[in-house]
């Protein structure tokens, strides 16, 4: 019997620009508040980018959080 060998890769990819210096906080968590990634940016210009992987991770809602010192954004995202 042949196995399938293939895995799913669940990324989410987390992508903004900051045109001036600024400290981050990138923080993705599941539906439950369980701490799935977080990174710290201090003094950050440019465009950030990251892949996080929630290939190992069960199928449901996350939350990205992006945290600066004067805004807060937070992006759902359904992995199905």
Known sequence: ALKNAATAIALININFVSEELDNFEITVIDAFG????????QDFVGEYTK?????????????VQIKTHDSFVTKRIVLQ
């Open 34 to 41: 369980k701490l799935i990634s977080y990174e710290e940016k």
């Open 51 to 63: 892949s996080v992987d929630l290939s190992a991770y069960p199928k449901g809602i996350y939350m």
